[in-house]
């Protein structure tokens, strides 16, 4: 047997373990894992030192193409995730048009396919019962779970998000918890996970207006128009419907002690509730803020010290199964400006592999979790595993090789994002992604992009249902 490639003499990393040995691939599969010396290749790569990861898996994504691309586009998001060692990122939904039906999925992939540097799944977005009807087609058409925007107002012609709610805006405003339960019933039936974002937006918009009134500019009266019970009581609210409805809910992007504390409690009753947190509830707290100024405005909120601990407590517990960067650019001048009318979001796809590394470098985490949170845990729950997620032979030869002697600065200049606004500018890590590589061909080395635009769409194959 030749092999097309064999990447050699690495530390293979698993969630299970850690062990010196080589990878053969064929064909764009992974082929063998075990001792391969001797072997013929027609290439080679020396992983000695290094660690070999499956590729890492970024779930949350929102690269604003179509529609938005003043903010970001699918080219310079996918080629900063290749950078940053991410070999497949699951792009959320809201786009302009977003993918509320299967016309608006297919003409969104076609889009996409011809831009994407690494491979991509797509998210369905829940419009209530404006789309209801359409969530089967969704299913059908190939996206890889559901997404809904709780807690937002929506643009009425555009469906994009309302950051900043305001009385006089043209808005559509969040169904209610009827209308809500009605999609879950129907995202049930389909045996597909809902993902929400978690935030009451009733309670959010009286203290925002109560906050305003009294003149507060500063990050802590932020902090109060958005308080973590505004996000445990939807989380909670969520717990109930899904449960009533049947389906496998995922929080995203939590940020709060109680977030975590509801999670594990539904876990603990066997209810089929996954969570995610991002790097910049884990390194960034409040404190951060008049260092980082508005590029830290994101949401839900960064919060005090002590929700950073509880969730690192919770990913320790298995209350949080993965970590998503929640990247969402805006451009550089509608960043600049007070806390109350500057765009939420912030970049995040090219940091994300680096930040846990780092976290792992510190003690936080093992690579064995790193392994589990970025690539094994997102796609068993987005029905991606066995062809993501794993180095088992038959697998898509997807892997993120990792030096952990690399200590450098995050910086700004080095994303591939086109604006790049994010909080972590300055930031010291200890390890980095060297090299990666999608369905075996090399997309990535040091840092440097060195294919096309070769990433593909991946559809689910497996029902979540039976994997989360
Ligand atoms: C996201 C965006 O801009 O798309 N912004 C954010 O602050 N997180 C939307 C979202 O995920 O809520
Ligand atoms: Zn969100």
Redesign the pocket.
Known sequence: MVFDLIIQNGSIVTPQSTSRNDIGIIAGKIAVVGNLDGSEAKERYNAAGKYVFSGFIDEHV?SRDPGLTRKEDFTHSTMSAAAGGVTTILE?P?SIPPVKDAASFHARAHVLESKAYVDFGLWGMVLGDYNRKDLPELAEAGVIGFKF?WG?ALDKKTFA?IYNFSASDDVRMPPDEGEIYDAFQVIGQLHKPVAI?AENSHVITRLTIHELAAGNVDYASFLRSRPSYSEAMTIQSGIFLAKAAGVHLHIV?ISSGEGVELIKEARRKGLPITGETCPHYLVLSDEDYPRVTGNMK??PPVREKHHQNQLWEGIQCGAIQTIGS?H?PHEEKEKKGDIWSV???ACGVQTLVPLMLNAAAQGRVSLNQVAALLSENPARIWGMYGQKGTLLAGADADITIVDMNVNRTLRKEELFSKNKINPFEGMNVQGTPIAAFVRGIQIMENGKLISGPIGRLIKPSTSCQAQW
């Open positions: 929102h959320m809201n925007f937002y998000l974002h992007h994101i949401y929640d969402a765009p939420a979001g």
